[in-house]
């Protein structure tokens, strides 16, 4: 062979290299797109509970919650219809609402609304004055009377934080809760509120807090009661 062919050869095999060479190379990495944060919600269908109160003993035991106290619990009420008597169970937490009404009122500053969507206290702060107590409008809150501060559901943030569900939802015997992220249209809780807007309902949504909690199955008569003090299941009164 000739040089000049040769040297088209090696020309033409310089070609076929560096476009192979071109084609394998991966292509240049794009940033990361910008993780959007979470904000956490849950959802309660009345029609799964059972009243068994596994949810209110699962969050004493996760929370340390003092006896008689509740971060969450389950109101029962017996309900008279044309086809008699029957129980109705409302399970209550706070509902950490996107306009809490418990925060402003603080004046120490020691509770307020987490990016996420969590509302927390910080017991380092609290003064125990009680007004965030009675500044909440579904009797969410309560002054531990061990640790002398405002005391309330946190979601167990504890938890979620480190990739579990809240203790009260693990627990739930009959699936009635359902926790997840509503920044994530693929989530279960997402997923429920689109399939089924129109059954959707919060307590007491003259309040204008926006709740976090929301209800499946929340007969309307039930909207705005959530005292329930009277059946509450307390374990002091249950050992006698």
């Not at 000049?4 to 560096?18: C, E, L, N």
């Not at 619990?73 to 209550?92: D, K």
């Not at 809490?100 to 990016?115: F, I, L, M, N, R």
């Not at 504890?158 to 809760?177: D, I, N, Y």
Request: aromatic residues 8%; hydrophobic residues 35%.
């Amino acid at each position: 062979m000739d040089r000049s062919r040769r040297d088209i050869f090696g020309i033409f095999g310089s070609i076929t290299a560096g476009a192979q060479a071109a084609m394998a190379a991966p292509a240049p990495a794009k940033p990361d797109a910008p993780q959007r944060a979470p904000h956490w919600a849950m959802v309660v269908d009345v029609g799964k509970c059972i009243g068994c109160q596994a949810c209110t003993m699962a969050c004493i035991m996760e929370n340390a919650v003092p006896e008689n106290s509740f971060r969450t619990f389950v109101s029962t009420y017996e309900v008279e219809t044309e086809a008699g008597t029957h129980n109705y169970m409302l399970p209550r937490l706070c509902n950490h609402c996107d306009n809490p009404p418990c925060t402003p009122v603080c004046p120490v500053g020691a509770t307020w609304k987490e990016p996420d969507g969590i509302v927390v206290v910080d017991a380092d702060r609290c003064v125990a004055c009680g007004y965030c107590v009675q500044a909440c409008p579904y009797d969410a809150r309560f002054i531990n009377r061990q640790t002398r501060t405002a005391d309330k559901c946190t979601f167990c943030a504890h938890r979620v934080h480190a990739g579990l569900l809240p203790a009260c939802v693990e627990t739930c015997v009959g699936g009635s809760r359902i926790f997840g992220d509503l920044n994530d249209p693929q989530s279960e809780v997402s997923r429920i509120l689109k399939a089924r807007k129109d059954e959707v309902r919060v307590l007491k949504p003259e309040e204008n807090t926006r709740p976090q909690v929301y209800y499946l199955g929340l007969d309307p008569r039930f909207e705005g009661r959530v005292d329930g003090a009277p059946t509450l299941w307390r374990p002091s009164e249950a050992r006698g």
